[in-house]
């Protein structure tokens, strides 16, 4: 990732605002920082931009779904996609749609989380207790099995080890 920082005028800024909207259409967007910095008749608005190189299109997204292979590193996508297939084995024995255990969300979150314990399942947002104690196992026993593949997570991140 890289950053870009902007200064956009408060008065007779349309030509910096401008540079800064041609920025953002052109790149891979991750965050967007902005601040007011009060200085009268210098007042500005501060923009620091946090984007990808790419080729200037947003993430590939089906209607208006992630395309997880733009979010994930290789090693995780490849780790999220047996998550996924272990998901559609165990929806199909229960004859249940795959979101109905986990989201596509959910499961990129235990990947990008390292999850390895209950408590790590119990920390992504919408994974109750049900889920928990009927998949839980499971699905821990693929991540604990390929969490070595990984790199360790961002400086940071959140450790599920207890």
């Keep these: 990732m890289k950053l870009e920082f902007f200064t956009v005028p408060l ?5 910096a605002a401008e540079q800064i909207n041609q920025f953002l259409g052109a790149h891979r967007i991750v965050s967007l920082d902005k601040a007011f910095v009060e200085d009268g008749v210098n007042s500005v608005w501060t923009f620091c931009v946090t984007y990808i190189e790419g080729d200037g299109r947003p993430p590939a997204m089906k209607k208006g779904k992630v395309d997880y ?23 199909e024995r229960e004859g249940v749609p795959p979101y109905a255990l986990f989201t596509n969300q959910q499961l ?3 990947v990008q989380r390292r999850v390895t314990t209950l408590e790590g399942l119990r920390e992504i947002n919408g994974i109750g207790e049900a889920r ?3 998949y839980g196992e499971s699905m821990l026993a693929l991540l604990r099995e390929e969490a070595p593949k990984l790199a360790q997570p961002p400086s940071g991140g959140v450790s599920n080890e207890t």
Excluded: N
């Excluded at 008065?11 to 030509?15: I, L, Q, V, Y």
């Excluded at 292979?69 to 929806?91: G, I, N, P």
């Design 69 to 91: 292979r733009d979010v994930l590193s290789e090693t995780e996508f490849a780790l999220y996609a047996k998550l996924r297939a272990q998901r559609k084995e165990m929806a």
């Design 11 to 15: 008065h007779d800024g349309e030509s």
């Design 108 to 110: 990129a979150d235990m």
């Design 132 to 134: 928990i104690e009927k």
